[in-house]
């Protein structure tokens, strides 16, 4: 897979991230703004950027539900209860769910 990751500033100045398959889909995102860019990278490290070199987020909780249209969604809590991570889009199929699950991180 050759996903690209971007670093940029939102409109508040606070630094984001997403990640964009080969297709142009964005497949993940930062769930919020981070005032230092050290934090962003430390959050997108978490979802699988450089291969989450420091092995963060081992003990995150990871949910899975269905939305109010019947689309499969996921979210990803860490262990001090913050969230950390959701899906950026519903998918008509559980497993479509969890394949971009595991793309950010999800072990399975």
């Not at 420091?54 to 539900?65: A, H, I, N, R, V």
């Not at 519903?90 to 699950?101: F, L, R, T």
Request: glycine share 12%; charged share 30%.
């Amino acid at each position: 897979m050759s996903d690209t990751w971007e670093f940029y500033e939102d409109k508040a100045g606070e630094h984001r991230w997403r990640c964009t398959a080969s297709n142009g889909n964005i497949i993940g995102a930062a769930t919020e703004g981070y005032s230092q860019k050290s934090s962003c990278v430390a959050n997108a490290e978490r979802h699988g950027y450089n291969g989450n070199p420091k092995s963060l987020g081992s003990k995150d909780k990871w949910e899975f539900y269905e939305d109010k249209a019947g689309e499969h969604r996921w979210r990803r809590t860490a262990s001090n209860g913050e969230p950390v991570g959701r899906s950026t889009e519903g998918y008509s199929s559980k497993a479509n769910c969890e394949s971009n699950a595991k793309r950010m991180g999800w072990a399975g």
